[in-house]
């Protein structure tokens, strides 16, 4: 995928979102880009063109089920089970 100087562009940043960047140079399969007054040099591989297309490479999260009889879900205390010392 080829980038043009001063396109805009995606990254995905800590594999949880997505930040527009534009293309400030391109050299070889590299592209120096600038995002939020910052630079960086990134090869063309982490780049997207479209926000849907970054978007897609996001890690899925499970979501847990919410039981509506119980009113609960997964609590901080789902650690531990009914067999603590604690008689927790």
């Known amino acids: 995928m080829t980038f043009k100087v001063g396109e805009q562009a995606y990254i995905v940043e800590n594999h949880s ?3 527009p960047v534009v293309i ?3 050299y070889g399969d ?3 880009v600038a995002a939020g007054g910052k630079g960086m040099n990134l090869r063309a591989s982490r ?3 479209t926000r849907e297309e970054a978007e897609r490479t996001l890690p899925r999260r499970e979501r847990t089920v919410v039981s509506r009889t119980t009113g609960g879900g997964e609590t901080p205390y789902d650690f531990m089970d009914y067999h603590s010392p604690y008689g927790l």
């Open 47 to 49: 780049l997207f063109k």
């Open 24 to 26: 400030i140079r391109s």
């Open 30 to 32: 590299f592209y120096s």
């Open 17 to 19: 979102y997505v930040t």
